[in-house]
């Protein structure tokens, strides 16, 4: 037996799980072998202590005493470079904070001057570009392209209807398709000449609701003539 | 020559008789095809009137009797029609009763009702007219083509629509009541009393508003296009809106 081998097995005969052969091979080498004994010496010690305590430990007299010593000795350690960066410059608002002022009644009143101005600068600003008054050339684009999505939705919905009313128009008498297309047709006539003016004037709010009472129109018409 | 002639003469004389038997044998045949409901129903003085027509006349007429008197011309055969009593309510839709059966040609109705009942009235298309109620609805609803005339009505709420067509109106605007007209491709007159008191919402593209007698400096004109205002106390409401006709108010 090697002394890989008999430390191997050193474990099992600790724990008690090792065989008879191993243990009497085992037993011949530790007599011959001085620093295999002296591993199982002191290996059976450390589980015997262990046994023992059960996992109870002393505490240390002073733990907080001792993490301080730690401490102190890990930081002695360390280079001094690091130690020189951890102290910071004091932040501009600390300095801002810290600093005294002292201003005189014209420099006080030149401060609020100059507040009161870019408050009103950044406020004429804003207005101007979120959609308060004074319409700029895009504003006109905006509103028009929200009439189309709002017709574009509304469209949809005729969309369908007309759907359904392409099933069933077959079977209508000519007198009725007749009446049908030509209301339809009158419908859209209206439609375009709101759209029309709406192009031209995007606030005509006459033409707005003229364009929805169309096309609410032509949803009703739909509607009615789907189930015929 | 004069043999030809008399022949030619004879032939074509021939022909036009020929024509003529053809088209009085279609006509006819064309009356023989039709149906005549004529009926007769009990009901209450506020009876609400209710009318779904497809296609054809609809005529309603107020009578001195507790019961509704139902006149019906049906242009196809097979085409049914079912009056329903319900409560207060007499029901007559001829969509309902000839479902699936898709246009089943004209009906045209004549309805003779209490004074006091509300009339609601709709087709796809065909003329509306409603003469001498008194009562909390008058609405003429037409899909599509047809002209709506209401005369002498005297009713809280009254609500005339077509696409295509007339409307005119004459009776006496309520206290309190609520007046809506709207055509797309129609004149709209409205006839009333000259002490009436109204709020008015009058919409015409086409700038064709004419208020004539009942006009004063307090409306609001938008180019012609819109006009809102009141005449007297403004204590109904009318609202107007044509799309391509003449909107006319008249003193009666």
Redesign the interface.
């Known amino acids: 037996m090697n002394c890989d081998t008999c430390q191997e097995l050193i474990h099992d005969l600790i724990d008690g799980s090792i065989s008879q052969r191993d243990e009497f091979t085992l037993n011949t080498h530790l007599k011959e072998c001085l620093n295999c004994e002296s591993v199982r010496q002191d290996l059976a010690s450390i589980v015997g202590f262990c046994r023992t305590q059960r996992g109870q430990y002393e505490a240390p007299p002073n733990e907080q005493a001792l993490w301080l010593r730690i401490r102190n000795v890990i930081e002695a350690e360390l280079p001094n470079s690091v130690t020189a960066n951890t102290e910071s410059k004091p932040s501009f608002l600390a300095r801002l904070l810290g600093h005294s002022w002292e201003l005189s009644l014209p420099q006080l009143a030149a401060a609020t001057a100059a507040i009161v101005l870019v408050v009103s600068l950044s406020t004429v600003v804003g207005l101007r570009r979120f959609g308060g008054y004074g319409a700029t050339p895009n504003q006109s684009a905006v509103e028009a392209s929200n009439i189309n999505d709002r017709i574009w939705q509304r469209r949809q919905v005729i969309d369908y209807w007309n759907q359904r009313v392409a099933l069933?128009k077959a079977?209508?008498?000519p007198?009725?398709r007749a009446?049908?297309d030509?209301?339809l047709k009158?419908?859209d006539?209206?439609i375009q000449?709101?759209m029309d003016?709406l192009s031209r004037n995007p606030h005509d709010?006459?033409?707005e609701?003229?364009l929805n009472?169309?096309l609410d129109?032509k949803l009703?018409?739909l509607k009615?003539?789907s189930?015929? | 020559m004069k043999t030809r002639f008399l022949s030619w003469r004879s032939s074509r004389a021939g022909v036009l008789a020929v024509g003529a038997v053809l088209a009085i044998t279609a006509l006819s045949l064309r009356v023989a095809a039709q149906q005549h409901v004529n009926k007769r129903y009990p009901a209450g003085q506020n009876v609400r009137i209710e009318l779904k027509n497809?296609?054809g006349t609809i005529v309603v007429e107020a009578w001195n009797k507790n019961e509704i008197r139902l006149s019906a011309t049906i242009e196809s055969k097979g085409t049914n029609i079912t009056p329903r009593q319900i409560n207060e309510s007499f029901v007559v839709d001829v969509?309902s009763d000839n479902r699936g059966r898709?246009?089943v040609?004209d009906i045209n109705f004549k309805l003779q009702v209490p004074a006091n009942s509300s009339v609601d009235l709709e087709t796809?298309?065909g003329d509306i007219r409603v003469a001498d109620i008194r009562s909390g609805l008058v609405r003429a609803h037409v899909?599509?083509?047809g002209d709506i005339e209401l005369t002498n009505v005297n009713a809280l709420h009254v609500i005339a629509q077509n696409?295509?067509g007339n409307i005119f109106f004459d009776g006496e605007f309520a206290t309190g009541g609520t007046y809506e007209f709207?055509s797309?491709?129609g004149d709209i007159t409205i006839r009333i009393p000259g002490d009436s008191a109204f709020r008015l919402v009058a919409?015409s593209?086409a700038r064709r508003i004419a208020l004539n007698d009942f006009w004063n400096n307090n409306f609001k004109t938008?180019d012609g296009?819109?006009i809102v205002g009141d005449v007297g106390d403004g204590r109904s409401s009318v609202s107007v809106?044509n799309?391509?006709g003449q909107i006319t108010f008249m003193r009666r």
């Open positions: 069933n079977r209508w008498s007198e009725m009446k049908f030509d209301s009158s419908i006539e209206a000449i709101s003016e709010e006459i033409s609701q003229m009472e169309s129109y009703t018409l009615d003539f189930d015929l | 497809i296609s969509m898709g246009d040609g796809r298309r899909s599509s083509e696409v295509i709207r797309n491709k919409a593209p938008q296009r819109k809106t799309f391509s």
